[in-house]
């Protein structure tokens, strides 16, 4: 399984950007996908995750109304929508697949990464 993460970039606060994940390899259609990011001096943390059939999707606490994560199994793709950006925001987003347990925050693979500044 390959993942590569696009779209990162400089944002103002209060801006929006659009990620993407295409993910090769692997039955797509049957994963749970997550996204993770790691600011400069802290320790990785979880951001959201959405179930094989977008059925179930998670966020973490500071996210939720914010962040949308989307997918489009014909294109292996996954979206994160990062709205109301905030400068705590900037971080080397990544993301990750296929991912089980609690929330989908287990993952196997992971992408590149891209990065993400916000501003103030």
């Known amino acids: 399984v390959q993942l590569q993460a696009s779209g990162g970039g400089l944002v103002q606060a209060g801006g929006s950007l659009r990620l993407s994940c295409v993910v090769s390899g692997g039955t797509f259609s049957s994963f749970g996908v997550a996204w993770f990011r790691q600011a400069p001096g802290k320790e990785r943390e979880f951001v959201t995750a959405i179930s094989w059939s977008a059925g179930r999707t998670y966020y973490a606490d500071s996210m939720k109304g914010r962040f949308t994560i989307s997918r489009d199994n014909a294109k292996s793709t996954v979206y994160l929508q990062m709205n109301s950006q905030k400068p705590e925001d900037t971080a080397v987003y990544y993301c990750?697949?296929?991912?089980?347990?609690?929330?989908?925050?287990?993952?196997?693979?992971w992408g590149q990464g891209t990065l993400v500044t916000v501003s103030s």
């Open positions: 990750a697949a296929p991912c089980t347990g609690f929330e989908y925050r287990v993952c196997n693979y």
